[in-house]
């Protein structure tokens, strides 16, 4: 009777896990179709109020509105998909290098897609960056294939794996170089900025040493 008992235990304690397992994973990939139809529906209030637009339009932040209007919505959301998609890749096919990459590779191409037709960000260049930056994984991603047991000699998988260094390296320089530059440029207007702001404290004593 005990055994019985523990196995209808067992057995109740598994299908709890299976219904929780699923119901969030349900929510989980429901979540970004939620999101989108939301903003989808309430954009215009999302762009023209301000408060609201601080409040909920965090998937807005730094994203053109006005260039392509509604259609920009497709980035955050997509992005959200990725990720999920990403994490299903790396729990359930470890098993299958393969398809791994091949699902990585659609990945990257869509969002490569996305991002050349949409343009979802204000400043062009964020755009070309974010394209580059989906251009060096995708060639990372070629270069995972040789190390698979399609590729046997040891030779040609060393080769493959400092190529894919040396790739992986150039993409963070560009970054690097990109964000010094922008850090550069809003110091350098900052200063300006200061000397504009001491320059008229300056004339503004002038005048009232004049006036006394």
């Known amino acids: 009777m005990t055994w019985i008992n523990e196995k ?15 119901v969030f994973a349900l929510i ?12 989808t529906l309430y954009f215009d209030q999302l762009t023209q109020d301000r408060k609201k637009r601080e409040k909920y339009g965090m998937f807005l932040a730094n994203l053109n509105t006005f260039r392509n209007g509604k259609t920009v919505i497709l980035y955050p959301v997509f992005t959200m998909i990725r990720k ?10 470890q098993e299958f290098p393969n398809f791994s990459i091949f699902s990585i590779n659609f990945q990257i ?38 190390l698979t047991d399609w590729v046997f000699d040891a030779d ?13 390296t150039l993409g963070i320089a560009v970054n690097l170089v ?27 004593q002038e005048y009232e040493e004049l006036e006394k």
């Open 109 to 146: 191409l869509s969002m490569i897609i996305l991002i050349g037709l949409t343009k979802p960000f204000k400043k062009p260049r964020k755009n070309t960056l974010e394209i580059l930056n989906e251009f060096s994984l995708l060639v990372v991603n070629y270069h995972l294939m040789s």
């Open 178 to 204: 990109v964000l010094g530059r922008e850090n550069y440029m809003l110091t350098k207007r900052k200063y300006r900025f200061w000397q504009l702001k001491r320059a008229v404290e300056k004339r503004n």
């Open 84 to 93: 999920i998609v990403f994490s299903f890749t790396l729990v359930f096919l």
């Open 156 to 168: 040609t998988r060393d080769a493959v794996g400092w190529s894919m260094i040396a790739v992986t």
């Open 8 to 22: 209808t235990a067992r057995a109740f304690g598994v299908n709890i896990n299976t219904i929780f397992t699923g």
């Open 28 to 39: 989980l990939f429901s979540l970004p179709f939620v999101i989108g139809i939301g903003y």
